[in-house]
C-alpha cells in the first residue's frame, strides 16, 4: 500500500486541452456530466471558451479566460466550451474516487436509467485504433449533449423534474462502488486529515519532530494524452509520485505521542 503523503488536500491535477471539434449544436467542447461526490476546479492557463453548467437553480455560462479559477460541487452538471485553444489545470477532489467512476455522463433519461445501456454508451472500447477512438468519444459526446440539452430546455421552462430524475439515475449507477470509495478516501483524505490534527496537537506540545521528515515529492505529467470527458487529459500520478529528496519512506512520522 502506498503511504507517501498525497497531493495537497488529498486532490488530483490533470492538465486539460479542451476539444476542439463541433459537438452536434455547432459549439466545440466537452461532454455534460456532473460528480456524485467530488468537487471540480477549473485554472484557467490559456485560451479562451465558457463553462456551462446546470444545478437546482438553473442554466448558467461562465466565461473563461487566462486567469478565471472557478469549481463547481457535486450534482452540477458541467460542459466546457472551447472558443480558442482552451488550456485548464483541473484539480479534483478525493483523488481516486472521480477516477474509479465518480462522474455520470448525461445521456438521454433511457439509458441513464438503465445501467447496463449506459455503461455500454459511456465505456470506449478497449485495443481500438486512435481513429475508432476519437469516432467513439464524439458518439458519446454528442449523445450527453442531447440529453443536456432537453434537461437545460426543460429547466428553462421552469421544470426541474427531469434534472430531479437525473439525480436519482445517478445514485442508482454509483451505489454499488461506494463501498470501495470509502475504502480509497479513508486511505488517502480521511487518513491525511487524521494526520494533520496530529501534527496539530504535536506542536501544540511544542513538538516539531515531523519537521525533520521533510520530503519533496514530484509526479511529473503523463507523456501520453488521455481520451477524457472534457478534451485531451495529461494526468499526474499522484498515488505513486518520485521522492526527489528527503526520507525515501515518507511514511508519516509518529514520534513520541504523535499517532
Known sequence: MNRTPPFPGGTSVSRLSVYASPCTDGLAGGTPHLHTA?????????????????????????????????????????????????????????????????????FPPEIVADAARYTAAATLPA????????????RRRDLAVSGFRRLVASAEAGDFAPLERLYASAVALVRPRVAGWRRTWQDTVERETRHTADILDALDRGDGHHLRRSVLLGSPASEAAHWGMCGRLHTHDVHRPAVLSGPTDPEPPTPEGLT
Open 38 to 106: 467530488s468537487t471540480e476546479a477549473y485554472v484557467v492557463i490559456g485560451g479562451e471558451g465558457e463553462l456551462q453548467t446546470l444545478d437546482a437553480s438553473g442554466f448558467r455560462s461562465t466565461p473563461l479566460a487566462a486567469g478565471t479559477t472557478v469549481w463547481f460541487t457535486p450534482g452540477t452538471i458541467h460542459r466546457a466550451v472551447n472558443h480558442g485553444n482552451l488550456q485548464v489545470v483541473v484539480v479534483m477532489q478525493n483523488a481516486g474516487l472521480p477516477e474509479a467512476g465518480d462522474a455520470v455522463m448525461t
Open 127 to 138: 485495443d481500438a485504433s486512435a481513429a475508432q477512438v476519437d469516432e467513439a468519444v464524439r
